[in-house]
């Protein structure tokens, strides 16, 4: 059972942290492949919490090595700032190996994507304003900057040049800013590059010939699958794919060498930024799961949107990842209402349908058909097996796993590492 992806089946936040912490002690290897600072994953371990945007959760096992592979997107200042945080915490942050191929966010992404986010008024995506996008744009524009290009003055300078000849034109002509000097974006890469050196390497070659040898690599993705950006909700999403393909692309490995795909499952449903979201609520409910659920953002501390279970969406996440199992995450959260509402098809101009309408304008107008499934008031959060769970809470559960296409092998009932079920293991 050598590599394992693990990544987000709905719009992100689904406590993906948490569960690749959890499975850290047992693994070799914890890869990022795609995205970049625009992610936030929560780990809490003992009574030390630690909020990771860049970094895989895997760095706060000792045993495991954590990548970034070159699917990533590498804001070259957040990686050192985010690195010196947890080295302040006494975490060894050593092992760490990036991919020379990673693309960088470089200022004028970050100036480029909070600039474009404004123009477009109320049109705007709600990005995280990390620089994502731009980024990205570059690659396939093939006038990005690569992590190896920090080490050759240069060749930097003028991939700088190439990249702002444009940039600088709709800078200063559409947005009416000043232009961006190529020299003083080197100069600040550059002062980044000794830094950096050390942890640079063929992360290709490594996470292959470990899993030749029987290593278990972990593949964590960043945000989720409705916010692919061929699989989601577009052009409400990331610029990446967080879907199981990516992990191959984003860090060089075959789809033949994965053995599993785990879809990380919230107990009901959140979105940050802009965008259709059918099951969301607007009333005490939707106050409450946020309230209850601590539904703030980790990156940008915005408001979370908040809204029931929709199995559409889970049915969906197992299709287009090939879903091997589901970690429901929390559980708890759930607790006190009398009865749940779980979605379980859309209506769209009076038809009913039970698959994610692959029209865009059909996905806005889709209005929930919900099915109501009776609640439990016992408190949860001590649960050590499926058995320990109140007879309610294990058919919501069931009810869950029925719909969403794939069977749930953990559960979530709290923040912390030991507040899981684990049903069926995941090694
Ligand atoms: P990620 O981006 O997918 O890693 O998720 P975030 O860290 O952004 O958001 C998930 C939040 O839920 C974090 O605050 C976690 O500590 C918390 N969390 C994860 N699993 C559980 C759970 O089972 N129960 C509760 N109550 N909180 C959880
Ligand atoms: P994790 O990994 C939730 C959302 C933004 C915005 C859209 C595009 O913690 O689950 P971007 O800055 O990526 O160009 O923004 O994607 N978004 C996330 N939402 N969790 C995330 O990451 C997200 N990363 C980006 O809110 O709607
Ligand atoms: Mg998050």
């Known amino acids: 059972m050598p590599a394992l992806v693990l990544l987000g089946a709905q719009w992100g936040d689904e406590g993906k942290g948490k569960a690749t912490d959890l499975l850290g002690g047992s693994v070799d290897y914890v890869v990022r492949y795609q995205g970049g600072n625009n992610a936030g994953h929560t780990v809490v371990v003992g009574d030390q919490k630690y909020a990771l945007h860049l970094l895989p959760s895997g760095i706060l096992s000792p045993g495991c090595t954590p990548v970034i592979g070159n699917g990533v997107v590498v804001d070259p200042s957040v990686l050192l700032s985010e690195l010196s945080g947890l080295q302040e915490r006494g975490v060894d942050t050593s092992k760490l ?19 474009t ?67 003083q974006v080197a100069e600040e890469l550059l002062g980044y590059a000794e830094q950096i050196r050390g942890y640079v390497a063929d992360t290709t070659l ?45 860090a060089g490995v075959g789809p033949t060498k994965i053995s599993r795909v785990i879809g990380i499952l919230k107990a009901y449903t959140t979105r940050v930024g802009a965008g259709p979201f059918p099951t969301e609520l607007f009333d005490d409910d939707g106050e409450a799961l946020r309230r209850i ?72 107008h889709a209005k929930p ?9 016992e ?18 559960v069931k009810a869950l796993e029925e719909m969403s296409g794939a069977p749930i092998s953990a559960i979530g009932v709290g923040p912390g590492r030991d507040e899981t079920i684990e049903i069926n293991s995941f090694l």
């Open 206 to 250: 490594i996470l292959n010939d470990a899993i030749d040898e029987g290593k278990v690599v972990l593949f964590e993705g960043g945000q989720g699958t409705l916010l692919d950006v061929d699989h989601g909700t577009y052009p409400f999403v990331t610029s990446s794919n967080p879907t199981a393909g990516g992990a191959c692309t984003g």
């Open 117 to 183: 986010e404004r123009f477009l008024g109320k049109r705007r995506i709600g990005t995280t304003g990390r620089g994502i996008g731009p980024s990205y744009a570059d690659k396939i524009n093939r006038v990005g900057i690569r992590v190896q290009d920090l080490f050759d003055e240069s060749i930097l300078l003028q991939k700088i040049e190439a990249a702002l000849d444009f940039k600088n034109q709709v800078l200063a002509k559409l947005y009416n800013r000043r232009a961006i000097s190529p020299q």
């Open 369 to 377: 058909v919900y099915e109501y499934l009776p609640g439990w008031s």
């Open 379 to 396: 408190d949860i959060t001590k649960a050590k097996t499926f058995g320990d769970l109140p007879r309610n809470a294990q058919a919501y």
């Open 293 to 364: 659920g601590g539904e703030f953002g980790v990156t940008t501390g915005r408001n979370r949107r908040c809204g029931w279970f929709d199995a559409v969406i889970a049915r969906y996440a197992t299709r287009v990842n090939g879903l091997t199992d589901f970690f429901l995450t929390k559980l708890d959260v759930l607790t006190g209402w009398e009865q749940i509402p779980v979605c379980v098809a859309y209506e769209i101009e009076g038809e009913r349908t039970t698959e994610l309408p692959y029209n865009q304008s059909d996905f806005h």
């Open 97 to 115: 190996l990036v991919s020379g191929n990673a693309h960088l966010i470089t200022p004028y992404h970050a100036t480029l994507d909070k600039t």
